[in-house]
């Protein structure tokens, strides 16, 4: 069966310092890949998608980016973290060969101090 | 294009009564509608998922919602609540071709009282 994977579960972070977000998933090959952020208080926003490897595209201008540089790691990150990054990061995947069904990670809450 | 929009921020019921979390949807063509539920600190689950086959569509743990293309809409509900029900329920339409890209409502909170 797949399963997805987030870490860190928390982090606590300054203004201005570099940010890393992992998320692999297991169990299956070459997934879409999905970046949301979820504000307190809000839906969720689709930051980043993924339909392979080194293929990125994003939804809206911000202070973050992505990466994939392995067919079942997504990778969110930041040189510089503002205090409105703060949220809690989700990642998810689809099978790429069909179905609309999203499957989500566990999620890592990010506060920005 | 797709929107959603989820009624109410808050629902509080009472362990054993119904319960109705209220969606409405936009839509330019026939649209694939979920619910997901998020409990606290999680990621979300998917609850269940609306793709064009029987309008009444059933989930886990004895919810369902129905498609009403007349109403637009697609409300979620359970003939009777459970205090492990208390989470946040996004309505959620799908949109973006091959990308598959989802579009959330803002959420409902339910809240279960004994």
């Known amino acids: 069966s797949q399963t997805i994977h987030q870490w860190p579960a928390t982090l606590v972070q300054p203004v201005g310092s570099p940010l890393s977000l992992e998320c692999t998933v297991e169990?299956?090959?070459?997934?879409?890949l999905y970046w949301y952020r979820q504000a307190a208080g809000r839906g969720l926003q689709l930051l980043f998608y993924?339909?392979?490897?080194?293929?990125i595209s994003s939804e809206v201008p911000q202070n973050l980016s992505a990466s994939r540089p392995q067919d079942r790691q997504f990778i969110l990150s930041s040189k510089k973290l503002l205090l409105s990054d703060s949220g809690f990061y989700l990642c998810?995947?689809?099978?790429?060969?069909?179905?609309?069904?999203?499957?989500f990670g566990p999620g890592t809450r990010l506060l920005v101090l | 294009a797709q929107s959603v929009t989820q009624l109410d921020s808050h629902v509080s019921v009472s362990e054993g009564t119904p319960v109705l979390l209220r969606c409405n949807y936009s839509?330019?063509?026939?649209?694939?509608l979920f619910w997901y539920v998020q409990h606290p600190n999680k990621g979300l689950q998917l609850l269940l998922k609306?793709?064009?086959?029987?309008?009444l569509v059933k989930g886990i743990n004895g919810f369902e919602a129905e498609f009403k293309k007349s109403e637009t809409s697609f409300h979620l509900t359970k003939p009777s609540a459970h205090m492990s029900d208390a989470a946040e329920y996004f309505c959620?339409?799908?949109?973006?071709?091959?990308?598959?890209?989802?579009?959330f409502g803002t959420g409902t909170l339910l809240a279960v009282q004994p």
């Open positions: 998810a995947w689809r099978h790429s060969g069909g179905g609309e069904t999203q499957y």
């Open positions: 993924s339909v392979g490897i080194g293929q």
């Open positions: 169990g299956t090959s070459n997934p879409n």
């Open positions: 609306y793709t064009s086959a029987a309008t």
């Open positions: 839509s330019s063509y026939s649209p694939s």
């Open positions: 959620v339409v799908r949109y973006g071709g091959a990308t598959n890209k989802l579009i």
